[in-house]
């Protein structure tokens, strides 16, 4: 993990990084349930999801979130900061034993309406299974200082 | 935790749900970095949050989102199906030893546009500390089946 | 999770509550394991277990309890307060892998014979396997307000 | 940990085992309420917990259960078979921070009814905190092959 | 866990200790990874593991180490005290699902140079897996006091 | 995580990374002990620490050599592999609490005596405490393939 400066001037729309796969495990969904407190039928009970159209257990929806978007904290860059996101989507279940990779790409770059010192970055996050089929979407928003504010 | 049919029907705009209290740890915190793999200084090194502007270390953004919408999975609705967030904003830290409520509120009640078995549900997610401060929004989305498609 | 009130006189003889299922995965196992230090072969060596009569690792006794009595931990009643457990048998192995279910059946309202505020409720609880076999039962014991002290 | 062979005629009534101690801590309890599901405001939920009698955060009746029998739990025994426990009692509450010591001492060596190649152990186990209160009390009961069942 | 005062008198050059087996799981793994940040894909991503000439998911070293050490922990003595490691070599790699054991022989006792009231003792640490390969090799250093300093 | 090719004749004897800084919290001795099973009161029993010298809890050293090598995890090699590590030191105890962060340096670059492909590459690892006090050091050792074996 390095810290590295990157100012609003050095983004570049359609800039991309892809990160290396990650399996999500049993260990994953159990430690995610026993952080949330959320104990679905839908991600612990094995026997009741065999009875169910989808047929296994299914990731949460915020383990999934949550490793994706960690999966991008590469660098730290004291000049950003993320503030939230737009337009989750959870397009198709995340199993047991399936790996996921992480795109992400700049997507929009903005003056900010009340600060000229500063611009919003857009980055586009789209997370794939192994079959390529993409189970996760959506925009991670950044605030990012501007080098020259003149 | 119980099952509970609730269709389309059945939900009303204004109609809320109010969680107990949750403290947020360095426990969470640790089990939500080891979960992610961030490891950014905001969250695991007190030595260097003390020097800077906000002086000790914040919760991650995703566990505060994780925790508050695991917070409010009460009942298994098999007629409803959560598919995403809209608008996820991060609008306060929450730092170690804050203990976090979470209010829901039923915002929209809209038509599929594709497909008249079903419509939209919006839920209003808003997440405040112990002082009352506002530190977490966000829109819930599910899709949830009418009970008379007629 | 609610608040709920319930007196001593709102309970009544025969009253049961039947939770979900819940698998118990390796992952629990290991963090039982690590949070008792019970690192026990019949719970961490599979090689060993496969030379024995059960054949494969079994969940910790201690484990099992601990998540069935969790699963029924469903309302929070303040005029109610667990104060023991009777009787607790662990009937069969629950192996990596079963689902458990619990049922809770209230058995006994009893008058305190210390203090007319208060009264006994013994609840007695029962844990199967996806097969229905019982692998675990308890008398879960609470000493609860009476609404009417007189 | 070793294994060692102690049959129904190696024990004797009054032999009794004392455990260190050990610290319950808040990860202790996170880890516990994330095991088990049981998030209930007495465990998790610092806020309440300060306007409530007892004044701050208690830690699981399993959680210090659990604990307390893995620390009593040292050689592997093969010949005993530890089949549930009478009478737990939670006297007092354990707070995080507090720190347990456990002590098991032998208090009936009984013949099985059924059958005479074994025979019945039971272990008073009492759990004390830093204040030398006893916090927890159960009877661990064993069922321990005769070395001499001629 | 027991006390044990063993004094540098009291260790013999060729004494060994054997651990039960343990099995390194997923979950092992998956928590490792959290505890230590390192996500490599060569323990966390199943899919390229399976494109790899070792083909599967490997345990990190540092677990491996840290379990097996953990392992030959077993009484407490007072009068030594570890200090650090010699020759640490990862012989094979450790998949999940894997059963290691670990056997301990002292290999050396020593004077100290600086402290007269003091000796060394070495430990040779071999760590085996379930086919009786070697994966872990390690001294373990120890200083402990002498009973007869005069 | 970045994939980056790196062959011996890209290393420098003096080259050096340093990591951000990492608090050892409660937690991570918590998690470290159950994964280890390591419970000494050394590091769970805050009461008996009291009354030693060195009067607080201390974080294991195999979990401060884990998160430490972790630290040093940045890009993945695939023409380095991970062999062993010589000379490691606990120079001195690391409390809850306290910050580390890593230093690496590059010390020794050698030719195999075995194999004309690959070289050896010694790195010197020095872990110190938000005093600058150094409290563990250790040479970790890696096998790198050469570009130009010819």
Redesign the interface.
């Known amino acids: 993990?390095?810290?590295v400066d990157r100012y609003l001037e050095d983004y570049v729309v359609g800039e991309t990084r892809t990160?290396?796969?990650?399996?999500i495990?049993?260990?994953?969904v159990?430690?995610?349930?026993?952080?949330?407190?959320?104990?679905?039928?839908h991600h612990?009970?094995?026997?009741?999801c065999a009875t169910q159209s989808f047929g296994r257990?299914i990731a949460?929806?915020?383990?999934v979130?949550?490793?994706a978007?960690?999966?991008t904290?590469?660098d730290?860059n004291p000049q950003a900061m993320?503030?939230?996101?737009?337009?989750?989507?959870?397009v198709r279940p995340v199993f047991l034993?399936d790996?996921i990779t992480v795109r992400a790409e700049v997507v929009a770059i903005r003056d900010s309406a009340k600060n000229p010192a500063v611009g919003h970055v857009d980055e586009q996050v789209t997370v794939t299974n192994?079959d390529g089929d993409v189970v996760l979407a959506l925009t991670h928003l950044y605030v990012v200082n501007r080098k020259d504010v003149g």
Do not use: C, N
């Not at 993320?82 to 959870?90: E, T, V």
């Open positions: 993990m390095l810290v990160t290396l796969g990650r399996t495990t049993e260990a994953d159990m430690i995610h349930a026993g952080q949330t407190g959320d104990f679905f039928p612990v009970d094995a026997e009741w257990r949460h929806g915020t383990l979130l949550s490793v978007v960690g999966m904290a590469g730290v993320s503030y939230g996101y737009d337009r989750i989507r959870f034993g790996t192994q």
